[in-house]
T-cell receptor
Framework: DGGITQSPKYLFRKEGQNVTLSCEQNLNHDAMYWYRQDPGQGLRLIYYSQIVNDFQKGDIAEGYSVSREKKESFPLTVTSAQKNPTAFYLCASSINSGTSYEQYFGPGTRLTVT | EDKVVQSPLSLVVHEGDTVTLNCSYEVTNFRSLLWYKQEKKAPTFLFMLTSSGIEKKSGRLSSILDKKELSSILNITATQTGDSAIYLC??????????FGQGTILTVHP
C-alpha cells in the first residue's frame, strides 16, 4: 500500500524545545517537500529535496532544519528559533521535480507550541 | 518572488449552482499550474495544466490555463455538498517548486 506517512498526527511542545516531525514515503519518489499551512492561508514551502543528501531552502526556512539521508525519509526539525511554530505541517513527494510532476501529500502533523 | 493569487477567498452557494474559481500567477520559470482540493487534511490532486487553452475535465470539474493572461480557472458544475472544501492552486517551476495561492473556501449548502 503506497503512500506518504507523517507522524505524529498531533504534537504538543513547550516553547524553547526543538521538535522533529517525521515524513516517510514508499512511492519511490525522488523529490520531497515540507510545507506549513496557517489558518486562512495557503501552503508555504519550508524546504525541499530533489535527491538524497541534498536539499534547498524554500520561502520560509528560518527556524527549521531538515536532512535527507535516505530516499524514503525527510524529517523536519522545528527549532526554538522558529518564532511562530504552531501550525499544520504537510509533507509531499513527487516523481521527478525536474518536470514539475504533481506532488502527493501526507496526512499532516498539527503542531501546537505553548 | 513568485506569487499566486486566488479569488474569491470564500464562496457560499447552493447545491446545483455552478461556480468558477480564479487563479492568477507570477512565477519565474513557469512550467505548470496545479489545482488541489483540501477537505480536512491532505490536499488531493485535481489537475495539472501545462498548455494554454486546452481544457482538462474530470466529471463535473474542469479547468483551463491562459498563459497570455497568466491565469487559470476551475469550474464546478451542478455543485454538491461534497464539493465543500478549500481549493488550492499552485504555480510550478521547471525545477519542481510549487508556489501556492491562499486558497478559495467553497461552501455548498443543501
Amino acid at each position: 500500500d503506497g503512500g506518504i506517512t507523517q507522524s505524529p498526527k498531533y504534537l504538543f511542545r513547550k516553547e524553547g524545545q526543538n521538535v522533529t516531525l517525521s515524513c516517510e514515503q514508499n512511492l519511490n519518489h525522488d523529490a520531497m517537500y515540507w510545507y506549513r499551512q496557517d489558518p486562512g492561508q495557503g501552503l508555504r514551502l519550508i524546504y525541499y529535496s530533489q535527491i538524497v543528501n541534498d536539499f534547498q531552502k524554500g520561502d520560509i526556512a528560518e527556524g527549521y532544519s531538515v536532512s535527507r539521508e535516505k530516499k524514503e525519509s525527510f524529517p523536519l526539525t522545528v527549532t526554538s528559533a522558529q518564532k511562530n511554530p504552531t501550525a499544520f505541517y504537510l509533507c509531499a513527494s513527487s516523481i521527478n521535480s525536474g518536470t514539475s510532476y504533481e506532488q502527493y501529500f501526507g496526512p499532516g502533523t498539527r503542531l501546537t507550541v505553548t | 518572488e513568485d506569487k499566486v493569487v486566488q479569488s474569491p477567498l470564500s464562496l457560499v452557494v447552493h447545491e446545483g449552482d455552478t461556480v468558477t474559481l480564479n487563479c492568477s500567477y507570477e512565477v519565474t520559470n513557469f512550467r505548470s499550474l496545479l489545482w488541489y482540493k483540501q477537505e480536512k487534511k491532505a490536499p488531493t490532486f485535481l489537475f495539472m495544466l501545462t498548455s494554454s487553452g486546452i481544457e482538462k475535465k474530470s466529471g463535473r470539474l474542469s479547468s483551463i490555463l491562459d498563459k497570455k493572461e497568466l491565469s487559470s480557472i476551475l469550474n464546478i458544475t451542478a455543485t454538491q455538498t461534497g464539493d465543500s472544501a478549500i481549493y488550492l492552486c499552485a504555480g510550478g517551476t521547471s525545477y519542481g517548486k510549487l508556489t501556492f495561492g491562499q486558497g478559495t473556501i467553497l461552501t455548498v449548502h443543501p
